[in-house]
């Protein structure tokens, strides 16, 4: 039997993206406890608020036991090789998730690995912030298909991966980035394949926001480019959202972003702490999401 991984949203078919969706709508009494009685490793290189509290209480609400490693504890390719710490483990677990630095890392662990790898965020995606961000549109507006969302700075891991989702999921994804942060042509490529949605590129916020019904940011400077705030508060300056920029919008607009936020640099103060903001329910809806791809991974329809 071949073992499911969920590195990138693109593991997954259209179809079960959907089916990861109704199973974070479930009650955790349907779900059953697929876990029970295994446990789940979660190696964190990157500390993290809502990924290791989410993924912590989605396992233990699935019957699992989860175990907390932080980076140094392991010392991927410094203390042990990937290849060594991924073969002892799936002795342990009946999961292991890593949220790492190095999107390589998480490949080389699905290369090797007896039970499912989970990306809990990478260089290259982070698939579980997608999920839930595609729960929390889908809670908003219902069927999300025709729906337009975009995306208002750095074309980064969580952009990425929130347009696979929309696009599978139908929506037109429009993104915003400055010149040198942008998507290629061939990535809009490859994102406009994926699904029935479509997939637009600017570098002009007030044209991908216009009538847009979900509006997304990110931090303008990641985990690991802290030598690099001067230069990018400076490239971004003019990509911030503010409530200039949401009237732009679509009347039904909402305000999203995966956190932590820094308020009065990629959005007003007055966005994310007003009533179009879905931040905290998007947060919240992160260990959902865990745990229907958890669900899903151990093997539950």
Known sequence: MTVRHL?????????????????????????????????VALIFEKPSNRTR?????????LGGHPI?????????????????????????????????????VVERMAALSTVPVINMLSDW????????????????????SGRAVAWVGDYNNVARSLGEVCVM?????????????????AECDRLSQLGPGD?????DPAEAVAGANAIHTD??????????????HKIFDTYSVTDALMSLAADDAIFMHCLPAY???????????????????????????????????????
């Open 263 to 301: 308020r009065g640099y990629e959005v007003a103060a007055s966005v994310i702490d007003g009533p179009a903001s879905r931040v905290i329910r998007q947060g919240h809806d992160r260990m959902h999401a865990a745990r229907g791809a958890l669900a899903f991974l151990g093997g539950v329809r």
């Open 68 to 104: 907390y490693t932080r980076g140094e504890e392991v010392g991927l390719d410094a203390r042990e090789s990937v290849e060594d710490v991924i073969q002892i483990l799936e002795g342990y677990h009946a999961m292991v998730a890593a949220r790492v630095f190095s999107h390589g």
């Open 53 to 61: 509290q989410s993924m912590e209480m989605a396992v233990v609400q």
């Open 219 to 232: 931090t303008w400077v990641s985990m690991g480019q802290e030598e690099e705030v001067e230069k990018r």
């Open 7 to 39: 590195l990138n949203i693109v593991d997954l078919s259209v179809d079960e993206l959907a089916l990861i969706g109704d199973l974070s709508d479930r009650s955790i009494d349907d779900l059953g406890r697929p876990l029970a009685g295994g446990g």
């Open 169 to 185: 999921s139908g929506m037109s994804v429009r993104f915003a980035c400055p010149d040198g942060f942008q998507p290629s042509t």
């Open 125 to 144: 995606s982070h698939p579980l912030q997608a999920l839930a961000d595609v729960r929390t549109m889908r809670h908003e507006f219902g069927a999300l």
């Open 199 to 203: 997939v637009a590129s600017t570098d």
